[in-house]
């Protein structure tokens, strides 16, 4: 039905995240339709990208400097250390202005049915960097499943003999949401953690 090349790079579309194979022959269209405007400028930068962006050797962010952008940076804060499953997470907290802390990346979760055991995550980094004087607060911000909660036990195992303080976020009740579209789990955690009104 399509040429080689253009079933290939629908089919390599259609692995990112939010695109399966319709909606993958839908961007390849668009890309062909603009070769010069859209296809050859992506095909550019997505090469520059592959050969100039790389892990950092310290937190695992990705970015094109080593040290990250986020190690080297010497107003942010050296006491905190945010441990977040992969750098989408790192992003997204980044949007959240009240915190200007440090990160570190594991590289996702411990799953016993994907073969990720601890070796593959990057536990011992966190715990050679939370062994620093200068590191007070570790925070965990791994997701709610069940693999991210394992994850967050086995972290605070690790750092048990390491003298911070490890806290987690909180998990509870979005802003803006009704509780008939909640989950039985989501609203149990928000009940646990309920906490005082300041009375008038």
């Not at 915190?99 to 070796?119: C, E, K």
């Not at 965990?140 to 991210?148: H, N, P, R």
């Not at 909660?149 to 802003?175: E, I, N, S």
């Not at 646990?192 to 009104?197: E, G, L, M, N, S």
Request: net charge negative.
């Amino acid at each position: 039905m399509h040429g080689a090349e253009i079933e290939r790079l629908a089919q390599l579309l259609a692995k990112l995240p939010g695109l399966g194979p319709r909606s993958a022959k839908r961007a390849v269209l668009q890309l062909l339709k603009k070769k010069e405007t859209l296809l050859r400028p992506l095909a550019d930068a997505l090469l520059k990208a592959a050969d100039a962006v790389h892990e950092c050797t310290i937190c695992g962010n990705l970015d094109t400097t080593q040290p990250c952008y986020f190690c080297s940076d010497p107003k942010r804060d050296e006491t905190a250390i945010c441990v977040v499953e992969d750098v989408a997470d790192l992003w997204a907290l980044e949007r959240v202005i009240d915190y200007r802390g440090r990160f570190h990346v594991l590289g996702g979760v411990l799953s016993a049915l994907d073969g990720i055991g601890p070796d593959e995550l990057r536990i011992s980094g966190l715990v050679s960097r939370a062994k620093s004087e200068t590191v007070h607060e570790i925070i965990l911000a791994t997701s709610a499943t069940v693999d991210g909660q394992t994850t967050a036990h086995y972290v605070v195992d690790r750092l048990a003999g390491c003298d911070v303080m490890v806290t987690r976020l909180a998990h509870g009740l979005p802003v803006g949401g009704e509780l008939d579209y909640l989950d039985e789990g989501t609203l149990n955690t928000a009940l646990k953690a309920r906490r005082a009104v300041d009375l008038p």
